[in-house]
């Protein structure tokens, strides 16, 4: 089929006319094929917003800044479209926005929910905006209030340091610098002392730690002589010392009834010991004893009856036992 030049003109006519429509939208910044929801916030200053900068709810991306366009010829407004790329995101109509300015200089639009749940925001609606002064927005009101404080901080600085010269005169500076000298003294005391291999309290660990380890290699000796103790507690335990006791008692009161019927003068003993008269017949009787001994061994032959040469002893008999230094 053989299409004429009337055909064919009308054809280019219709294309020309075409991408003349869409090059015309597209230098504009409207986007004839994308059929995202749009909607607008007029804002009079965009900092550091860029396209393509995120907008978002909660912190949740919604979409992002699609295009910017000046309200009028003066910019007393700048009106943002945001292209709304989540879908099923109901956003109430009296939500509010503001550009949030990040720390590395990147800016977003944030987007303030509202209370209203039964008006939503449709494509092509206007958003309505607040200006944020973000992190450093109020810097330069605070900046003044800093210095002045500043100020009056270092002016109380320099009275101290005013007072502390006026105190701190020869006899104190010197007063310090011994002290810091003593300082020094003390620390290098403590540091002689601390010594692992010199000082006293490190000769005082070893000989404990040489202690320890004696008891260590002795623990099975010093473990066999609780274990004796444990058994000779035990026996001693295990002894009847109630009958002993009684036994002890026993013999005690014996021992008194004797003692006081030695003390009595009824008995034989106690008799001797309390009438004079017996012990001086006992004692005579032995006096006699003696001599009747004396006498014996003086003159034998008077009471021997037989004699060899048939001779008798005609000396006298002892009155008195003899003198003695030994026993014959």
């Known amino acids: 089929m053989k299409i004429n030049n009337e055909t064919k003109v009308g054809i280019l006519t219709i ?13 504009k910044g409207k ?45 007393n407004g700048i009106k943002v479209t945001i292209s709304v790329t989540a879908e099923d ?74 007072n502390l010269n006026k105190v701190l005169d020869g006899n104190t500076k010197n007063n310090l610098q011994q002290a810091i000298a003593n300082l020094n003294s003390a620390t290098g005391s403590l540091s002689r002392m601390l010594d692992p291999e010199k000082s006293a309290l490190a000769a005082s660990l070893r000989n404990v730690n040489s202690i320890t380890e004696n008891l260590k290699n002795n623990n099975d000796s010093i473990t066999s002589t609780i274990s004796n103790f444990k058994e000779f507690s035990e026996k001693l335990a295990r002894l009847n010392l109630q009958q002993t006791m009684d036994t002890l008692e026993s013999a005690i009161s014996q021992l008194k009834g004797t003692i006081a019927k030695l003390s009595s003068s009824d008995g034989t003993l106690g ?30 032959k008077r009471y021997l009856n037989f004699s060899v040469f048939g001779k008798k002893d005609k000396g006298g008999a002892l009155t008195s036992p003899s003198k003695k230094d030994t026993i014959p």
């Open 15 to 27: 294309a020309a006319l075409t991408v003349l429509i869409i090059g015309f939208n597209y230098l």
């Open 31 to 75: 986007d004839i094929f994308n059929r995202t929801k749009k909607i607008y916030a007029v804002f009079t200053k965009l900092g550091s917003l860029a396209r393509s900068n995120e907008v978002k709810i909660n912190g949740y991306v919604i979409g992002n800044v699609y295009s910017f366009e000046p309200t009028d010829k003066n910019l």
């Open 89 to 162: 995101i109901n956003i109430p109509a009296n939500s509010v926005a503001y550009i949030s300015a990040g720390l590395l200089g990147s800016s977003n639009i944030t987007i303030e929910k509202g209370s209203d749940t039964t008006h939503y925001l449709e494509d092509g609606d206007v958003l309505l905006t607040r200006e944020d002064p973000g992190l450093f927005g109020d810097l330069p009101s605070q900046a003044g209030s800093t210095l002045a404080n500043v100020r009056v901080s270092l002016d109380s600085l320099k009275v101290v340091f005013s």
């Open 271 to 300: 008799a001797l010991i309390h009438d004079k008269k017996l012990y001086n017949k006992l004692n005579d009787l032995i006096l006699s004893a003696e001599i009747l001994v004396d006498d014996l061994r003086t003159h034998p």
